[in-house]
């Protein structure tokens, strides 16, 4: 059963590979469909579909269990501030494997957010 860690809160999410319901926001078995069905926060102004950067997570851990990255994902990581080379979008971002991925929300995003900014669309 994949598990997902969400830093820096420690939020853990578990499920059955192919068995989550879907929550209509970013692809299917994503670390922001993963977070949604577990009531965990992770902001997603563009609601899932890779049109903001509101969603950007830092891998910690568990990076091979995540679909590869495609270029349209790439291409808007670009844009997101504090990019580092364990960045994904979570709503790209889909646990294929069994294991544990550990992810941190990187707290700019929340800041950025509360802060009333919301121009990263
Ligand atoms: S929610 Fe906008 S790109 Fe992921």
């Keep these: 059963m994949p598990t997902v860690i969400f830093e820096p809160s420690h939020a853990t999410a578990e499920f059955e590979l192919g068995k989550l319901r879907y929550t209509d926001h970013g692809k299917r078995q994503s670390l922001l469909d993963i977070a949604l069905n577990n009531e965990i926060h992770l902001e997603h102004a563009c609601g899932g579909s890779c049109a903001c950067t509101t969603c950007h997570v830092i891998v910690m851990e568990g990076a091979e ?39 941190e929300i990187p707290a700019w995003n929340k800041n950025y957010i509360s802060e009333g900014g919301g121009s990263t669309l």
Excluded at 86 to 101: F, H, I, P, W, Y
């Design 65 to 103: 269990l995540l679909s590869e990255a495609e270029e349209d994902e790439l291409d808007r990581l670009d844009m997101a501030p504090g990019l580092t080379l364990r960045s994904r979008l979570g709503c790209q971002a889909v646990v294929q494997k069994e294991g544990t991925v550990k992810v």
